[in-house]
């Protein structure tokens, strides 16, 4: 059974650091590109970032460029997200998703983790 | 202003039909293909479609997608209430260079 779990959630002030990480299972690691996507509070879903099994390749919105990292340790099957000078406009739940390998889908979802930035 | 445009809320009678719309450009929905999710807030999105019209396997054939230019349309039969949720498609954007949600649909089963 695929799984994926997020975990390093949590309150952070303007301004701060935080890093996001997100345990998988059930699945070939590496065989994947993966995800970041949030949901702000009261808001749709928004994508933050991609990249591919090899991290040859990877993507940010605009909205989060300069600012945070993506990377992933295959022996560990393990994605994660640095996020640097947090905003308040980062506060939202945060999923890391898998690509399925067609059509830019996410066929499988962690729960998420929340993200708070505030003073 | 999400890059998609999805309406805010459609809603429909129990057993009835809904359908969803999703538009967007050339840069995205006109040259690539589109999935569909269905997402409870505090819960893990779900995909619903993928490659414009296919389901994965355990989604019932209630749910279609389909694809026209730059619009593409998620179709709902024999609504429950259980299907009330919010609904999302998504896509690349080639110009962008990067993947683009629409706002979001809020489901009602009246």
């Known amino acids: 059974e695929v799984q994926l779990v997020e975990s390093g959630g949590g309150l952070v002030q303007p301004g701060g650091s935080l890093r996001l990480s997100c345990a998988a299972s059930?699945?070939?690691?590496?065989?994947?590109?993966l995800n970041w996507v949030r949901q702000a509070p009261g808001k749709g879903l928004e994508w933050v970032s991609y990249?591919?099994?090899?991290?040859?390749?990877?993507y940010y919105a605009d909205s989060v460029k300069g600012r945070f990292t993506i990377s992933r340790d295959n022996a560990k099957n393990s994605l994660y997200l640095q996020m640097n000078s947090l905003r308040d406009e980062d506060t939202a739940v945060y999923y890391c998703?898998?690509?399925?390998?067609?059509?830019?889908?996410?066929?499988?979802w962690g729960q998420g983790t929340m993200v708070t930035v505030s003073s | 202003q999400s890059v998609l445009t999805q309406p805010p809320s459609v809603s429909a009678a129990p057993g009835q039909k809904v359908t969803i719309s999703c538009s967007g450009s050339t840069s995205n929905i006109g040259n690539n293909y589109v999935s569909w999710y269905r997402h409870l807030p505090g819960t893990a999105p779900k995909l619903l479609i993928y490659e414009n019209n296919k389901r994965p396997s355990g989604i019932p054939d209630r749910f279609s997608g389909s694809k026209s230019g730059t619009s593409a349309t998620l179709g709902i039969t024999g609504l429950q209430t259980g299907d009330e949720a919010d609904y999302y498609c998504g896509t690349w954007d080639s110009s962008l260079s990067a993947v683009v949600f629409g706002g979001g649909t809020k489901l009602t089963v009246l």
């Open positions: 998703a898998r690509d399925m390998g067609s059509g830019w889908a996410n066929d499988h």
């Open positions: 990249i591919t099994g090899s991290s040859r390749t990877k």
């Open positions: 059930g699945f070939t690691f590496s065989g994947y590109s």
